[in-house]
């Protein structure tokens, strides 16, 4: 007689290993796999009625019917916000093959600072200080990157060198900024249409009704389509000194995806969309995902203006390995600081 290793699960099912059985062996795998599969199951059934309980509450709050992924078995974008500020992503059967997903994207408690991304290594002090002055006189700002790079976490860090006495006026799709200290500050969210006919209010029509608010600047979450086209007549319009973010592989990369994102709003010639883009935007800020997971400024970029049909860009900060953030070039445009009275 085999020497047998019994041991026993959770609920009390005895499993026999016989060390030289291998038909034994496969019979007791297909067991212990049908066991797992049906504790994913249950698991499975209960994810999902989580879900429709979420997408419920949306549903009560008046919210699309786009979103009601019980409904459509498609994807249910940003379905809930939870109280603590959390947003809450989900896709259920037929589109989730392996079951249903849910996907909690949590923000911290308190907002996160420049100091704070200077002790964690994001950019050195030298460069935040850079980046506060240029605020203060009124540069605007498109910051990119990709997918999890912390755009609007560093967007919200650098809003808060905006002086405290401007009139600020936020603009999201989802609200996620934490800007501090600013009395005259209005926030505003776009809206999807709902079940009951109510229409949409979007990115593109809060910005238009913000330019009617009398606004010192504006602050747009993030650029995704034709709302470009009206960011960029905010720009050229008077409201200087306005922040931005956007998806891009580079800083130069970002002014190709402006003039993408403007074509998509509005049909003009590309050398006409190119000039606004060298008119409005002075600086391009490039945020990246290390190997190590962290997040630092890998570039910073100036828009020097429009010659030849091209818009014309000069590098100021650019991260090298071993070297970090380095400058590698002065500040060309310097009417805003002299317009403002302050300097580097």
């Not at 919210?63 to 994807?75: E, N, W």
């Not at 990709?146 to 936020?170: H, M, Q, V």
Request: a neutral charge.
């Amino acid at each position: 007689m085999k020497e047998n290793d019994i041991r026993e699960d959770m609920n009390g099912i005895k499993f026999e290993i016989l060390q030289d059985d291998e038909e034994w062996k496969k019979d007791q795998l297909k067991r212990l796999q049908a066991y797992v599969e049906a504790i994913q199951k249950k698991v499975s059934s209960h994810t999902d009625e989580v879900v429709k309980e979420l997408v419920a509450e949306r549903h009560r709050q008046g919210l699309t019917q786009s979103d009601i992924a019980d409904r459509t078995g498609m994807k249910a974008s940003n379905i809930a916000r939870l109280e603590n500020g959390s947003r809450v992503n989900a896709v259920i059967y037929p589109v989730a093959l392996n079951g249903p997903i849910l996907t909690i994207r949590r923000f911290p408690d308190t907002p996160i600072t420049m100091e704070k991304l200077i002790a964690l290594g994001s950019l050195p002090r030298e460069c935040a200080e850079f980046l506060e002055t240029l605020v203060k006189a009124r540069y605007s700002m498109v910051i990119g990157g990709g997918t999890g790079s912390g755009k609007t976490t560093f967007l919200g860090a650098l809003s808060n060198y905006i002086p405290k006495d401007e009139r600020l006026i936020t603009i999201e799709d989802n609200a996620e900024l934490k800007i501090q200290g600013v009395q005259n500050l209005v926030r505003l969210e776009a809206k999807m249409a709902n079940v009951d006919g109510g229409t949409s209010i979007t990115i593109r029509d809060l910005i238009r009704t913000a330019l009617r608010m009398r606004p010192d600047r504006i602050v747009v979450g993030e650029v995704r389509g034709g709302e470009a086209v009206d960011m960029l007549q905010a720009l050229n319009t008077g409201h200087e000194g306005s922040l931005s973010t956007a998806h891009a592989n580079s800083a130069v990369d970002m002014l190709s995806r402006l003039e993408t994102m403007t074509l998509m709003g509005v049909e003009l010639p590309l050398e006409a969309i190119r000039r606004q883009i060298a008119s409005g935007v002075d600086i391009l800020i490039h945020l990246g995902r290390m190997r190590d997971k962290s997040r630092k400024v890998l570039e910073i970029t100036e828009v020097c203006g429009f010659e030849e049909h091209e818009i014309k860009t000069r590098t100021l900060y650019r991260w090298q390995e071993g070297r970090g953030l380095v400058q590698t070039a002065e500040l060309l445009n310097r009417e805003k600081l002299v317009r403002a009275g302050v300097e580097l």
